[in-house]
């Protein structure tokens, strides 16, 4: 049985590297520390996920994102525009900053980014002290997973503990839209 996690616990363990599912707005999430290279590799062998896709990452305020994103590279007002979703369930594809490391950003030279508002997404991240990978909780092409209960027993085998909760009441994963045009690539 994998680990029930307070949120001390869970920051703590991906620190260590370590790979959790966690509530997040809409279903629960895989996460792990998008800085650790072995920890993000796992992920995706777990997930089942080609890296050249690139990965989400998930915040708990827009500071977390500053050494991430390259703000000046957005088009004049656009800053603005992703600003004011924020904090809030949506996803933006924003210019990376160099200091992201291929394995997030995959095939791109973007990454793409969420401030949740999400209180336990925002609480782990921190206690982490930055963002998170963020992926849906499921095998590749499988649905993704709205109850704890509905986790696949063969993924959570494979995981380091999971955060204490449920998912927020979003009906489906967050919209992704293009930070430099606003044009929507997943509704």
Request: with cysteine; glycine share 10%; charged share 20%.
């Amino acid at each position: 049985m994998t680990d029930a996690l307070d949120i001390a616990a869970a920051a703590g363990r991906l620190r260590a590297g370590a790979v959790i599912a966690y509530p997040t707005e809409g279903v629960w999430g895989l996460g792990c520390d998008p800085f650790d290279e072995a920890a993000v590799h796992r992920l995706l062998a777990i997930k089942q996920r080609p890296v050249d896709k690139g990965m989400i990452l998930i915040a708990g305020d827009v500071a977390q994102l500053d050494a991430i994103v390259d703000w000046d590279r957005l088009p004049p007002g656009r800053a603005a525009a992703v600003r004011a979703t924020w904090p809030g369930a949506h996803t933006w594809v924003m210019p990376a900053s160099p200091q992201v490391p291929s394995w997030i950003t995959g095939s791109h030279d973007s990454v793409a980014v969420r401030v949740s508002a999400y209180p336990p997404v925002v609480a782990l991240c921190a206690a982490f002290g930055g963002p998170l990978v963020s992926t849906s909780a499921n095998l590749a092409g499988a649905p993704a997973a709205r109850l704890r209960a509905a986790l696949d027993p063969a993924l959570l085998a494979r995981l380091d503990g999971v955060l204490d909760g449920e998912a927020g009441g979003l009906d489906r994963p967050t919209p992704i839209r293009d930070a430099c045009t606003g044009a929507s690539l997943r509704s």
